[in-house]
């Protein structure tokens, strides 16, 4: 069964350093998504991505946030000048027409120091 | 404003039992309805589909109920393997997901 795939799995970075996440998609989906949850919270909606374009973005992406699709496969989240309460599990997901389910990458567990 | 709300639980049932779950939501132009198992530390995993017509997976049946606003989760004779946090979703079209706190289930043995 095809899956969205994330790397890495677990990335330890240094508050105000620049990570980037990346993502795989199902290959034929055409909608994405970046989520978020801190530990303990729930799963919070970060930004979507369709035809090129960031079709709906959540309070809490603001300037420090960013989403590219630089190539056909691969999907990124930016994150500039970290700090620590940018720590939490960053989920990618995926779908292929607009009400169909979504479907989740395994994460990327993001620590600041 | 909370758009999605789930009871937090814990729900600790013996195996075998059958369990069920609610999860109210706010905005009543919501379309598209989900609900998906997470495990500790875990994506959050696609369970089932949720339709006016109710839809059932196996032990899974799934309700939605659009006049009072809630969506139901039914768990036939519990499996050890069924602990998790279940999550409601609710999504509109192409747009977020939005999701509930999640409601935690421990089948014990």
């Known amino acids: 069964e095809p899956e969205v795939t994330q790397t890495p799995s677990h990335q330890v970075t240094q508050m105000g350093q620049e990570v980037i996440l990346r993502c795989v998609p199902i290959?034929?989906?055409?909608?994405f998504y970046w989520y978020r949850q801190i530990l303990g919270q729930k799963v919070e909606f970060l930004v979507s991505?369709?035809?090129?374009?960031?079709?709906?973005k959540s309070e809490i992406f603001d300037d420090q946030f960013s989403v590219e699709r630089p190539d056909g496969s691969n999907f990124t989240l930016k994150i500039r000048s970290t700090k620590l309460e940018d720590s939490a599990m960053y989920f990618c997901a995926s779908k292929d027409s607009s009400n169909q389910p979504q479907h989740f990458g395994d994460g990327t567990r993001l620590s600041i120091l | 404003r909370k758009e999605v709300e789930q009871d937090p639980g814990p729900f600790n049932v013996p195996e075998g039992a059958t369990v069920a779950f609610n999860c109210t939501y706010s905005n009543s132009a919501s379309q598209s309805f989900f609900w998906y198992r997470q495990d500790c530390r875990k994506e959050p995993k696609l369970l089932m589909s949720v339709y006016s017509s109710g839809n059932e997976d196996g032990r899974f049946t799934a309700q939605l109920n659009r006049a009072s606003q809630y969506i139901s989760l039914l768990i036939r004779d519990s499996k050890l393997s069924d602990s998790a946090t279940y999550l409601c979703g609710r999504g509109a079209g192409s747009y977020q997901l939005t999701f509930g706190k999640g409601t935690k289930l421990s089948v014990i043995p």
């Open positions: 290959s034929n989906h055409l909608y």
């Open positions: 991505f369709y035809n090129n374009e960031i079709s709906e």
